[in-house]
């Protein structure tokens, strides 16, 4: 059973940083792909980043410069740091991990940057 636990939402102010990290119940190496995405109010869900199993990493534009992701084998663990956040990063951010034809999903954290 795979599992992805998410920490490290939270409430910043503008300018702030936060980590947040996604924790899988397996070797994070089964996976082809593991990012990020989220979804602001009214929004439609956005992917902002993924890392590939051979460590190849995509950023969405308006998060480029910015946020960073990394992983931890040992730790079967993939981070997001954010930096430099603004307002128009509040949203609920959610780590998924692809594997074959399946999409695995972390629970969720959200992140409220206040101006």
């Known amino acids: 059973q795979v599992q992805l636990v998410e920490l490290g939402g939270g409430l910043v102010q503008a300018g702030g940083s936060l980590r947040l990290s996604c924790a899988a119940s397996?070797?994070?190496?089964?996976?082809?792909?593991m990012g990020w995405y989220r979804q602001a109010p009214g929004k439609q869900p956005e992917r902002i980043t993924f890392v590939t199993s051979s460590g190849t990493t995509n950023y969405v534009d308006s998060v480029k410069g910015r946020f960073t992701i990394s992983r931890d084998p040992a730790k079967n663990t993939v981070y997001l740091q954010m930096n430099s956040l603004n307002p128009e990063d509040t949203a609920v951010y959610f780590c998924?991990?692809?594997?074959?034809?399946?999409?695995?999903w972390g629970q969720g954290t959200q992140v409220t940057v206040s101006p």
């Open positions: 397996v070797n994070i190496f089964m996976f082809s792909a």
């Open positions: 998924y991990a692809d594997r074959t034809s399946k999409t695995y």
